[in-house]
């Protein structure tokens, strides 16, 4: 890994730069090979090697766009973030080096190939027919020029969300309902000789608020701010890439985008993604109506009135769980401190697959909260096989979701050994301070778990190609594995082991867990329909028969969430899942049916029985995306997969 501490705006430019230089003699070195010496080792497998350098320097160099503090050097990683992508975009449309895989795709020894082998040279032959190689010259010139142009667009709209600050200034009787800690957590602002607390839209922040907030006029302000994070301007940003989208799918001979992207997805036609929503929306809308019912009900013992606008969800939500289950998510995390979640999340996934994480103190990081950790398989090995990096706390221009980022992808290198992979989780949880350790919410600790599925994923990988290795699979398969681990964090024998008040170290009670999972699906029919109206509208902005206007869209759709169109918003214009999940955001969805189905193996078997997680490692996470990832559920349960878990997971009847 290179030394972050030292990493200065001017090294980050000349690393990627000599990164591209690298990668261009690499290329060089696969054209010139006469045609009679051409084989599959000196073409897909040096171009494996070429590849590996850009993607290296993204991982590293770039990734500084994400967590850099030093505002110089997160703009010039920004900047170069965006040139690795375009040097990528313009590499895949070579005519050279497509001459080159074409030729080695034609020799005896490629049609020999079977298992990742083959389905590596498969996927190289019908990603240039992607790009337009069996189009004119012209044409497939636009085709690159756009892609291109994606790439610039894609950069703009992430940077104005990135950057995006704002907030609301009140008064501290405005803050009821919030515990002290929480509010003494905030940023102070002295105005007319009074103090006041700024809540910012960071997720610590922004969720309590409006779960726990009682003023329907100050959560009202906050959805608000919140629907129009990025900015006006970033709606005409996404508007021209859908443009640009549906320019290229044409050009391609595809109806639209969404028949492009799902080409490539476990879905494979526009029709069964269709299907999937509408099939699953009647579902939905029976819990929701059940749902808004009673929290109707909360609200008219609350205030005298039942009807439900979609800032008051959260709050009354949460007014349930206190009122008619005793679960109040603040009393909840007092069991949660940060530091035993990690514990259990390390009990949990080592136990079951086999492995052992250790502290690595001497790692390079890029501050001075991110800790690192080595993986060894757990059967006494010395040398470990991969490492990963936790930056969990928010910072000013941090990335202000939660994610995972590969920095180093596995593959296995020419002379046999195996590159060790290396990612790092990166989060926004309260940070904890002199006075108070970091205490999650339980939702928090689900993102703990989810985002640490797609570490496990990444850095567990056996794949033998970059193509395939770690979450490298289809984009609604990636997420089934994390959405799996959630469930750990339901297991009574599991919290058990793990959960401790942070004053008393007692664990948390069963009444509680009793009532935390009775209440589990409250308002599971509304929160669902609210992914539905994500997936559906995304879907709908690059489907055939969208006419330009995304308000247009977005208002005709919104019904969907059970709510009306909250007047003056515009949500699209801060959603990043719309580049990088365009026409793919019903993935979340879709593959929640397989992660689901997946865990009933571990009700069956055991939640941490060791036999049935090796086999998961085996089968899942180690093969990447390798085999198809229908037929990594078939194989993992023995059985064709079905909806039955995910529609019980919602509180549906089977």
């Given at each position: 890994?290179?030394?972050?501490?030292?990493?200065?705006?001017?090294?980050?430019?000349?690393?990627?730069?000599?990164?591209m230089?690298?990668?261009?003699?690499a290329?060089?070195?696969?054209?010139a090979?006469?045609?009679a010496?051409?084989?599959?080792?000196?073409?897909?497998?040096?171009?494996?090697?070429?590849?590996?350098i850009?993607?290296?320097?993204?991982?590293?160099y770039?990734?500084?766009?994400y967590?850099?503090?030093?505002?110089?050097?997160?703009?010039?990683?920004?900047?170069?973030?965006?040139?690795?992508s375009?040097?990528?975009?313009?590499?895949?449309?070579?005519?050279?080096?497509?001459a080159?895989?074409?030729?080695?795709?034609?020799?005896?020894?490629?049609?020999?190939?079977?298992?990742?082998?083959?389905?590596l040279?498969?996927?190289?032959?019908?990603?240039?027919?992607?790009?337009?190689?069996?189009?004119?010259?012209?044409?497939?010139?636009?085709?690159?020029?756009?892609?291109?142009?994606?790439?610039?667009?894609?950069t703009?709209?992430?940077?104005?969300?990135d950057?995006?600050?704002?907030?609301?200034?009140?008064d501290?009787?405005d803050?009821?309902?919030?515990?002290?800690?929480?509010?003494?957590?905030?940023?102070?602002?002295?105005?007319?000789?009074?103090?006041?607390?700024?809540?910012?839209l960071?997720?610590?922040?922004?969720?309590p608020?409006?779960?726990?907030?009682?003023?329907?006029?100050?959560?009202?302000?906050?959805?608000?701010?919140?629907?129009?994070?990025?900015?006006?301007?970033?709606v005409?940003?996404?508007?021209?890439?859908?443009?640009?989208?549906?320019?290229?799918?044409?050009?391609?001979?595809y109806?639209?985008?969404?028949?492009?992207?799902?080409?490539?997805?476990?879905?494979?036609?526009?029709?069964?993604?269709?299907?999937?929503?509408r099939?699953?929306?009647?579902?939905?809308?029976?819990?929701?109506?059940?749902?808004?019912?009673r929290?109707?009900?909360?609200?008219?013992?609350?205030?005298?009135?039942?009807?439900?606008?979609?800032?008051d969800?959260?709050?009354?939500?949460?007014q349930?769980?206190?009122?008619?289950?005793?679960?109040?998510?603040?009393?909840?995390?007092?069991?949660?401190?940060?530091?035993?979640?990690?514990?259990?999340?390390?009990?949990?996934?080592?136990?079951?697959?086999?492995?052992?994480?250790?502290?690595?103190?001497?790692?390079?990081?890029?501050?001075?909260?991110?800790?690192?950790?080595d993986?060894?398989?757990?059967?006494?090995?010395?040398?470990p096989?991969?490492?990963?990096y936790?930056?969990?706390y928010?910072?000013?221009?941090?990335?202000?979701?939660?994610?995972?980022?590969?920095?180093?992808?596995?593959?296995?290198?020419?002379?046999?050994?195996?590159?060790?992979?290396?990612?790092?989780?990166?989060?926004?949880?309260?940070?904890?301070?002199?006075?108070?350790?970091?205490?999650?919410?339980?939702?928090?600790?689900?993102?703990?778990?989810?985002?640490?599925?797609?570490?496990?994923?990444?850095?567990?990988?056996?794949?033998?190609?970059?193509?395939?290795?770690?979450?490298?699979?289809?984009?609604?398969?990636?997420?089934?594995?994390?959405?799996?681990l959630?469930?750990?964090?339901?297991?009574?024998?599991?919290?058990?082991r793990?959960?401790?008040?942070?004053?008393?170290?007692e664990?948390?009670?069963?009444?509680?867990?009793?009532?935390?999972?009775?209440?589990?699906?409250?308002?599971?029919?509304?929160?669902?329909?609210?992914?539905?109206?994500?997936?559906?509208?995304?879907?709908?902005?690059?489907?055939?028969?969208?006419?330009?206007?995304?308000?247009?869209?977005?208002?005709?759709?919104?019904?969907?969430t059970?709510?009306?169109?909250?007047?003056?918003?515009?949500?699209?214009?801060?959603?990043?899942?719309?580049?990088?999940y365009?026409?793919?955001y019903?993935?979340?969805?879709?593959?929640?049916?397989?992660?689901?189905?997946?865990?009933?193996?571990?009700?069956?078997e055991?939640?941490?029985?060791?036999?049935?997680?090796?086999?998961?490692?085996?089968?899942?996470?180690e093969?990447?995306g390798?085999?198809?990832?229908d037929?990594?559920?078939?194989?993992?349960?023995?059985?064709?997969?079905?909806?039955?878990?995910?529609?019980?997971?919602?509180g549906?009847?089977?």
């Amino acid at each position: 890994m290179i030394d972050f501490n030292k990493l200065t705006p001017e090294i980050v430019a000349s690393e990627c730069e000599a990164a591209m230089r690298a990668c261009d003699d690499a290329i060089a070195a696969i054209v010139a090979t006469p045609t009679a010496d051409r084989t599959f080792g000196n073409t897909f497998v040096a171009l494996e090697s070429a590849m590996d350098i850009i993607q290296q320097a993204s991982g590293q160099y770039a990734f500084m766009a994400y967590v850099a503090s030093d505002d110089a050097l997160r703009e010039t990683a920004r900047e170069w973030d965006e040139k690795l992508s375009q040097y990528a975009v313009q590499l895949g449309f070579r005519e050279d080096l497509y001459a080159a895989v074409k030729e080695a795709a034609a020799t005896p020894e490629a049609a020999a190939l079977t298992g990742e082998e083959r389905r590596l040279v498969d996927n190289a032959l019908r990603d240039y027919r992607r790009s337009g190689f069996e189009l004119p010259k012209d044409q497939r010139d636009r085709v690159q020029e756009s892609m291109g142009q994606l790439v610039t667009l894609g950069t703009e709209f992430r940077k104005a969300i990135d950057t995006w600050d704002d907030g609301i200034v009140v008064d501290r009787e405005d803050l009821a309902g919030m515990p002290d800690r929480w509010i003494e957590g905030l940023k102070t602002v002295e105005e007319g000789g009074a103090t006041k607390y700024r809540v910012s839209l960071d997720y610590p922040e922004l969720m309590p608020f409006m779960d726990n907030a009682e003023s329907g006029k100050w959560r009202r302000e906050m959805f608000i701010k919140n629907q129009n994070k990025g900015g006006e301007p970033n709606v005409a940003v996404l508007e021209n890439a859908i443009k640009v989208r549906n320019e290229i799918a044409t050009l391609l001979g595809y109806d639209s985008w969404a028949a492009y992207v799902v080409e490539k997805r476990m879905a494979k036609t526009r029709d069964a993604v269709d299907g999937f929503l509408r099939e699953l929306q009647p579902k939905l809308e029976a819990k929701g109506l059940i749902d808004m019912a009673r929290l109707g009900e909360a609200k008219q013992r609350h205030v005298g009135e039942k009807n439900i606008e979609i800032w008051d969800w959260w709050y009354y939500t949460h007014q349930l769980l206190k009122n008619d289950y005793a679960v109040d998510d603040f009393e909840v995390a007092d069991f949660f401190p940060l530091e035993a979640c990690i514990e259990g999340l390390f009990l949990v996934t080592q136990e079951l697959l086999g492995i052992r994480y250790e502290p690595a103190p001497d790692a390079p990081r890029w501050h001075e909260d991110v800790t690192a950790y080595d993986i060894f398989d757990a059967d006494g090995s010395t040398e470990p096989f991969a490492r990963f990096y936790m930056d969990l706390y928010p910072r000013p221009n941090k990335f202000g979701h939660a994610a995972a980022f590969t920095l180093v992808g596995g593959r296995r290198l020419p002379d046999g050994t195996y590159q060790h992979p290396t990612s790092s989780i990166v989060a926004n949880f309260t940070k904890p301070s002199a006075d108070a350790p970091s205490l999650l919410r339980h939702s928090e600790v689900v993102t703990l778990f989810h985002e640490f599925g797609h570490i496990l994923h990444q850095t567990l990988t056996r794949s033998n190609y970059l193509e395939f290795s770690g979450s490298s699979t289809e984009r609604d398969f990636v997420e089934a594995p994390s959405q799996m681990l959630e469930h750990w964090v339901w297991d009574r024998d599991v919290l058990r082991r793990f959960t401790r008040h942070h004053q008393t170290g007692e664990p948390l009670p069963d009444a509680l867990l009793d009532a935390m999972i009775a209440a589990k699906n409250v308002s599971s029919g509304i929160a669902n329909l609210r992914q539905l109206f994500f997936a559906r509208l995304d879907f709908a902005f690059h489907s055939p028969g969208f006419d330009g206007d995304t308000m247009s869209t977005l208002k005709d759709l919104y019904p969907v969430t059970g709510f009306p169109y909250p007047v003056d918003t515009h949500f699209h214009g801060g959603f990043g899942h719309l580049f990088g999940y365009d026409a793919g955001y019903y993935g979340y969805l879709w593959s929640r049916v397989f992660g689901d189905d997946m865990f009933t193996r571990f009700e069956k078997e055991g939640v941490l029985d060791r036999e049935t997680g090796m086999d998961y490692r085996r089968t899942i996470l180690e093969r990447g995306g390798s085999v198809d990832g229908d037929v990594l559920v078939r194989d993992f349960l023995g059985r064709e997969p079905n909806s039955d878990a995910f529609l019980r997971e919602l509180g549906l009847e089977v």
